[in-house]
């Protein structure tokens, strides 16, 4: 995984013609968990106060993902919202990369109560 920050979303569009994308966004039509994942998706986010454009709403309409929210909640952190994502994309990578073990430190310190 890579992480790229662009100062707009049209600036992304133009440097990766070919990338599939997705956006995330409150409004879209379809639960995360209705997207089929692919390595070398591209997530899109717009800023934490205003979002992505809408205009790129309709041409775009079927590649939009949504994450639930409680409908009296102003928003969810953006950062929050990235880990969430980025955490449902990687069953399809099977997680290459990642440790899969964990193991203890050997540290001796004091036992929990």
Do not use: C
């Amino acid at each position: 995984m890579t992480y790229d920050s662009y100062p707009d979303v049209e600036l992304v569009l133009r440097r990766h013609p070919d990338a599939r994308m997705l956006f995330a966004s409150w409004t879209a039509p379809r639960d995360y968990e209705d997207a089929t994942y692919l390595e070398g998706d591209f997530l899109v986010y717009g800023g934490y106060t205003r979002g992505l454009p809408d205009n790129l709403l309709d041409p775009a309409y079927h590649r939009w993902i949504r994450i639930p929210m409680h409908q009296d909640a102003r928003s969810r952190k953006l950062s929050n919202s990235v880990a969430f994502d980025i955490y449902e994309t990687l069953p399809p990578t099977e997680f290459r990369g990642l440790r899969l073990r964990g193991h203890l430190t050997g540290r001796d310190e004091n036992p929990a109560p």
